[in-house]
């Protein structure tokens, strides 16, 4: 590999690490989660769990890995907003800025499929990207569950555990309904 490639890596690894310190807002305002989880461990929780659901749809893993790990990446420069803080609209167009600068700091050659996968998650319109909205959502809910079991008081914790209802609720996939029935039957 070219020297001048892999130097291009440093800026993008910065990011990649910064979302180590991103924080979960939502644990932490609504839950009062002392030492909540970053928003890298979400992201590393939603690509395992999304990997192992998509090789199970047989679709295409390498590319539901590549957007369960793109789909919070922005937040590394934007950091976390909880519903509310800002519009739909401008969180939106944070992220795309912050996105558009972090694929900068990859390889040319690599900038416009990762792009391509970001508006993908975005428009929320392919098996993958409802799979990777899915994921993402079913997470929180099994996250709430650890604290729960931690000790956090459930009513902190309701608006977590129901995070996967817009999502779940006309889900063609019978493996969504078998993780949420797996979570406490009060919650899920």
Known sequence: MEKR???DLIPFSHHVIQLKSVKRAGWISTSRI???????????STCALSMTI??????????????????????SIIGDYLPGNVT???????????????LKCVPSFLRSDYKEIWEEYVLNKTDIARLVH??????????????AGEGCPPHRLVRFFH?????TKDDKHE?????????NPSQG
């Open 5 to 7: 490639k892999v130097m």
């Open 34 to 44: 002392s030492s909540p989880e970053s928003v890298a461990d979400h992201s590393f």
């Open 54 to 75: 998509s090789d199970m749809l047989g679709l295409d893993t390498e590319r539901v890995m590549k957007m369960s790990i793109l789909h919070d990446l922005p937040e």
């Open 88 to 102: 739909r609209r401008q969180k939106r167009l944070e992220e795309n800025r912050a996105i558009d600068v972090i």
């Open 134 to 147: 899915t994921v993402d959502k079913i997470e929180m809910a099994l996250q709430a569950r650890k604290y």
């Open 163 to 167: 995070s996967h209802k817009k999502y």
């Open 175 to 183: 493996i969504f309904s078998q993780i949420i029935n797996a979570l």
